[in-house]
């Protein structure tokens, strides 16, 4: 009978000695965290929106590009670029490296139609065509002088 009154004695002395401070909260955190928030809400603001589109930065979403060129040779993909360009100096083009070739993209289409319509306006100068969907920049918007 004395060792269990004495372990419910210690039970609670102990439940005591950790029991938690009410009303009391105490953080531990490194001061780099404080200038991260910082720095994230300093690259938020600068983001361009539908109501403040002043900012030079590029909003990518998911949209379509055509592929007109794909082959290991470095330089022929820069010439193939360099003869799309010409022809068509206001569409971007992409180039990208995934072993052992080089891709060439063209465009920023929302739709696949868009792309679909480029497609077929490219089929006689390009042989091979793929449409791809990707993330792509968003388009710049022109503001209607009326």
Do not use: H, W
């Not at 950790?18 to 009391?24: D, L």
């Not at 539908?50 to 590029?58: A, D, F, G, L, Y």
């Not at 979403?61 to 055509?66: A, E, I, L």
């Not at 868009?114 to 969907?133: G, H, K, M, W, Y």
């Amino acid at each position: 009978m004395k060792k269990l009154l004495l372990f419910i004695l210690v039970l609670f002395i102990g439940t005591a000695t950790f029991a938690q401070t009410k009303g009391k909260v105490t953080i531990l955190k490194d001061p780099l965290i404080d200038s991260l928030i910082a720095k994230r809400i300093e690259l938020n603001t600068k983001r361009p929106t539908t109501t403040n589109p002043t900012s030079s930065v590029i909003v990518s979403q998911m949209g379509y590009r055509v592929q007109i060129f794909y082959g290991l040779d470095r330089r022929e993909t820069f010439s193939e670029q360099a003869r799309f360009k010409a022809l068509y100096p206001r569409l971007n083009t992409y180039i990208t490296y995934k072993e052992p070739n080089y891709y060439l993209r063209v465009g920023d289409f929302r739709t696949r139609l868009e792309a679909q319509n480029l497609l077929n306006e490219l089929r006689s100068n390009f042989p091979t065509l793929f449409i791809f969907r990707e993330k792509i920049n968003a388009p710049v918007l022109e503001a209607d002088n009326q």
